[in-house]
Structure formats: structure tokens, C-alpha cells
């Protein structure tokens, strides 16, 4: 894709907690987005998941998400709709985007869904921004650039980390930044179509 073309296309800056680290095995808790338009947010998505599994003890340690919060939390079944809209015809920025895609993509998975998706790193981005820097964790990105974040783990406040992080280098050096975007972008592959007949 052109850089031109890329910078008129909708980002959406998202972030999810799990019960652990396998797709397969795994499941999300929470997800939160932004969905930005032309350097504007203009929707996001909060949303806490009911895993249909305990939440493991250290997870909660990290995150401060417990199983009382979620038994009342849909299953992700019941936010797809609203969630395949949320995302449609934008780019999939996340940190470490692998993690997050491929647990969303096992999700449509378990309801017999395809999920295929243009996604973009914003932790390779760092690093062909920033490759002086050694780290590009996204603790490192909060110091380095004194990005305020309030809850540090949750879903919704970590995108956000990402939206801050891609503001800031967008007022800096905006034709930079795109380039870099499309060269750390996974392009989606086209979906095979069955032949009938």
C-alpha cells in the first residue's frame, strides 16, 4: 500500500488482557480500542469479556481483573458483531500485534468465523523509529517518551499508550512515520473463494 493511501485509512490502536498466553488455550478478558479517522479518535471500544475460566491468580496480580468482574461480562460471542464493525476497513495496530490478532482471530475461529486482518506492530515500528534503543517493551516507550497512563495493564489504557506514542511521532515527522508503518504492516492475504459450479 502507498503511504499516501495509508495515511487517509482508519488505525484502530488495540490492546487485550487473557487468561494466559496461548490462543489456543487461552482466552480474552478484556479488550479496548480507538478507532481514529484523519488524526481524530472517533470511537472506542471498552469491553470486558467472560473468559468461561477462572482467571488465573498472577494474571489477576497483574491486570486487577478477578473472576467476580467478568461473571457478568458477555462471551465474545456477544461483542463480535459490534467488534467486527468497530474494526472494519482499518489497519490492526497493537503492540507485539501477533498476540492480539491471533487471540481475536481464535475467537472468530471458536464461532466458525474467518478473521484476516491488515496489522501493523507498533513495537517493530519502535524499533525502526528508535534503533538506538535496546528495549521497546512498552514500560520502555512509556518512560522514554513520559506517556501518562493510568492503569498500566488494562485493556483500554495500554492502546491508548500505543494512539499517544503514534501522536506524538506524527506531529515530529509524519511522511517518516507512514513509511515506517507500511514497511512494519502485515499485509492480509486476499481470502480463498470456494469454486462452485
Not at 490462543?23 to 488524526?39: K, M, N, Q, W, Y
Not at 504492516?185 to 470456494?194: C, E, G, H, I, L
Request: charged fraction near 30%; glycine fraction near 4%.
Amino acid at each position: 500500500m502507498r503511504v499516501k493511501q495509508l495515511k487517509h485509512r482508519p488505525l484502530v490502536f488495540l490492546d487485550i488482557e487473557t487468561t494466559g498466553g496461548s490462543p489456543r488455550f487461552s482466552r480474552i478478558t478484556e479488550i479496548g480500542a480507538l478507532r481514529v479517522e484523519d488524526g481524530k479518535i472517533v470511537k472506542t471500544f471498552k469491553q470486558l469479556i467472560n473468559p468461561e475460566e477462572r482467571v488465573p491468580s498472577f494474571i489477576t496480580n497483574l491486570t486487577g481483573i478477578t473472576d467476580e468482574m467478568l461473571w457478568d461480562a458477555p462471551l465474545f460471542k456477544g461483542i463480535a458483531d459490534e467488534l467486527e464493525v468497530f474494526l472494519d476497513d482499518a489497519l490492526f495496530i497493537a503492540h507485539n500485534v501477533s498476540f492480539d490478532y491471533n487471540f481475536i482471530k481464535m475467537e472468530f475461529e471458536r464461532m466458525g468465523l474467518a478473521f484476516n486482518m491488515d496489522r501493523a506492530c507498533s513495537a517493530r515500528l519502535s524499533r525502526r523509529l528508535y534503533p538506538e534503543h535496546k528495549s521497546h517493551a512498552l514500560d520502555r516507550l512509556i518512560e522514554r517518551m513520559n506517556i501518562d497512563v493510568t492503569n498500566r495493564h488494562r485493556a483500554y489504557d495500554d492502546a491508548e499508550v500505543i494512539w499517544k506514542f503514534f501522536q506524538v511521532e506524527l506531529k515530529k515527522r509524519e511522511l517518516e512515520l507512514y513509511s515506517a508503518v507500511n514497511k512494519v504492516t502485515t499485509y492480509a492475504r486476499p481470502q480463498k473463494v470456494p469454486i462452485t459450479g
